[in-house]
């Protein structure tokens, strides 16, 4: 089955279940893309479609293993899928209200439903790398209290202290300070 163009009409009318694992949804546009990513344990998704009059539901879920840099020391981090999607994705040339013919233009550009010679088609392959993209945590930590690189000189601070830290001080630490010192006078 190619996955970026599935015959909507020729799928049983009480829907059809699969199960996707292929590389070439995942592992191929994070190549492509040059994303910071790995796959650690293979991503795959099971998915139910079901074609109807205006559009197509699609639900399902994914899961996988990836290694993303932390957001703070950008050392490895390895993160756990599991997303759970469920999509109506309308066919932009169904019958639309007249105040809509404006949106049906922008929907069928990137929309991941399709017609060719009068049929319907679905781009599985993009949905299921948007739910991937999804899925991705946008600030992955290796540890909820990383310290971070040290702005000064760039050392992982999750591996002990530079120095330079104490010489700089925290601006708000300074304000503190200058507090205490007054009142001392
Ligand atoms: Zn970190
Ligand atoms: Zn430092």
């Given amino acids: 089955m190619e996955l970026d163009r599935i015959a909507l009409n020729s799928l049983p009318a009480q829907g059809m279940e699969l199960t996707v694992t292929s590389d070439e949804v995942w592992a191929k546009p994070l190549g492509e893309y040059g994303i910071n990513c790995r796959i650690a344990e293979p991503v795959s998704a099971r ?16 899961s996988g293993t990836v290694v993303l840099p932390c957001n703070r020391c950008m050392e490895d981090t390895v993160v756990r899928l599991a997303q759970e999607f469920e999509e109506f994705e309308e066919y932009p040339w169904a019958e ?11 929907f069928m550009e990137d929309g991941v439903v399709f017609q060719q010679d009068g049929m319907p088609f679905l ?14 945590p946008v600030k992955p930590l290796c540890r909820q209290d990383c310290k971070g690189l040290c702005p000064v000189c760039g050392k992982n601070l999750n591996q002990g202290d530079c120095g330079c830290t104490s010489e700089a001080g925290d601006p708000r630490l300074a304000a503190l300070r200058r507090l205490k010192v007054k009142r001392q006078a």
């Fill in 47 to 62: 998915v139910f479609i079901l074609a109807q009059d205006t559009g197509c539901l699609i639900r399902g879920d994914l």
């Fill in 96 to 106: 639309r209200e007249p105040e809509d013919t404006e949106n049906a233009v922008s």
């Fill in 123 to 136: 781009d599985l392959a993009s949905l299921l790398w948007e739910e991937f993209s999804l899925a991705l």
